[in-house]
């Protein structure tokens, strides 16, 4: 796997296994570099037939799809993104789907092609449910962006938040131990088998086992959305692990 979308603050890819002791946790500089990296920015980019156009051709553009988004402009506003990396999605996600929506088995079928060492249709499930804000079984060009401003360019709270989003798959505001290891479980599958160093079976249960017990800190057997954050802000080795959570988007 790919670690560069959280290098360190300097934006140097951290070495396996040479974490410092002493070394706290630091918000990454995020770079052009690990945009590109990213399999969901990969997939839209890839997607992109058509040259560079100034912003009035992208508005124009926005017209012509079945679901018409925000303007440019206003997603601008919305999100950490330059108008011109926002043309440059919009024009991939509009090649590669049409009618302006992304529909769950769209999103499977990507996330198919950048894992084809593991099986990454359950962790695509979940992904494609914490992207879809109005839970109508389709993302939108907005939900899409927004998620990915936060996730690439977010703060450390509102990527907590995010992933916290991810982990409640019920929605209902609480994270319990079972839906905590259906994700990390279906993180694993999809890193496949023969990842190097090997992954063992019940790995994601140890590591779930250990994250739980720090997090539910009144044992009322569920996390919730304050507990996650401030446990994860003051737990250097947990915000550690929450990189494997970027590192497959």
Request: glycine share 6%; aromatic share 10%; with cysteine.
């Amino acid at each position: 796997m790919d670690g560069s979308l959280l290098g360190d603050a300097n934006g140097v890819e951290p070495r396996p296994g040479r974490v410092k002791e002493s070394e706290k946790w630091q918000k990454p500089r995020f770079t052009r570099k690990a945009l590109m990296n990213c399999c969901l920015v990969k997939w839209v980019i890839a997607a992109r037939t058509t040259p560079d156009k100034d912003s009035s051709d992208s508005d124009l553009e926005l017209s012509t799809v079945r679901h018409q988004p925000e303007g440019l402009d206003q997603l601008q506003v919305q999100t950490k993104f330059t108008k011109k990396e926002l043309q440059s999605l919009y024009r991939g996600f509009k090649n590669e789907c049409p009618s302006g929506l992304v529909d769950e088995e769209t999103f499977k079928t990507i996330y198919s092609q950048f894992f084809p060492q593991g099986d990454a249709t359950t962790y695509a499930h979940f992904l494609f449910n914490a992207f879809d804000m109005e839970r109508n079984g389709s993302i939108r060009f907005e939900d899409f962006v927004i998620g990915l401003s936060v996730l690439l360019r977010g703060s450390v709270t509102e990527k907590l938040n995010w992933a916290f989003n991810l982990y409640d798959i019920n929605k209902d505001g609480y994270i319990t131990k079972e839906e905590m290891l259906a994700i990390m479980k279906s993180i694993y599958d999809m890193m496949g088998r023969y990842t190097y160093p090997s992954v063992r079976d019940d790995a994601p249960s140890e590591h779930v086992e250990k994250f739980f017990q720090k997090m539910d800190r009144n044992r009322d057997g569920v996390v919730t959305i304050e507990e996650f954050i401030e446990t994860c802000q003051k737990d250097e080795n947990i915000m550690n692990s929450m990189q494997l959570f970027e590192n497959v988007l």
